[in-house]
């Protein structure tokens, strides 16, 4: 009878055969900052859209909290749908086709599908928590949890969907 080891944490990973190489974590930081770039664009549209940011002669740089709360759900929405519809299509945002990345099943390399819902929803969803900060600390916490992971260098919202990400060369 043998005692089968767990894989040491310095043992490169064990991927399906075929699949890319990791991205590194500077292409995705870069493709996350292309892809805030998104919701950026998304958030000044909302508080446009909702008149949360009309200055009056009366309360210059006074904000309508109602309307900004409102943009925020909105624009957290909108980004939930933006990233899963593109991480379900091809497994890629636009900042992941920028950087030549793509999100991948862990067990088989393919697309996400049905998980990149998952994995956009545990990403973008807390950030509608901003005003409390809870969303802000959540969106940290998860991107620098890549940092310490080994050895898939996966942040929460991969765990969460079983993916990772990885070369689309």
């Not at 260098?153 to 990772?164: G, I, N």
């Amino acid at each position: 009878m043998s005692i089968h080891q767990p894989p040491s944490p310095y043992a490169p990973p064990v991927f399906p055969v075929g699949m890319p190489p990791l991205a590194t974590t500077g292409q995705r930081f870069l493709a996350r900052l292309i892809d805030t770039v998104v919701l950026g664009v998304v958030w000044t549209l909302m508080l446009s859209a909702t008149g949360a940011l009309e200055y009056t002669l009366e309360n210059p740089g006074e904000y309508d909290l109602p309307k900004v709360l409102v943009s925020v759900v909105l624009t957290f929405t909108l980004y939930f749908a933006y990233e899963g519809a593109m991480l379900a299509r091809s497994g890629q945002t636009l900042g992941k086709k920028a950087l030549r990345v793509r999100v991948a099943m862990l067990a088989d390399g393919n697309i996400p599908g049905r998980h990149g819902w998952t994995r956009a929803a545990v990403y973008a969803l807390p950030g509608i928590l901003y005003p409390l900060l809870v969303g802000t600390v959540f969106w940290v916490v998860n991107s620098v949890w890549q940092l310490r992971d080994r050895p898939y260098r996966q942040c929460l919202h991969d765990k969460a969907a079983k993916t990772v990400v990885v070369s689309a060369w």
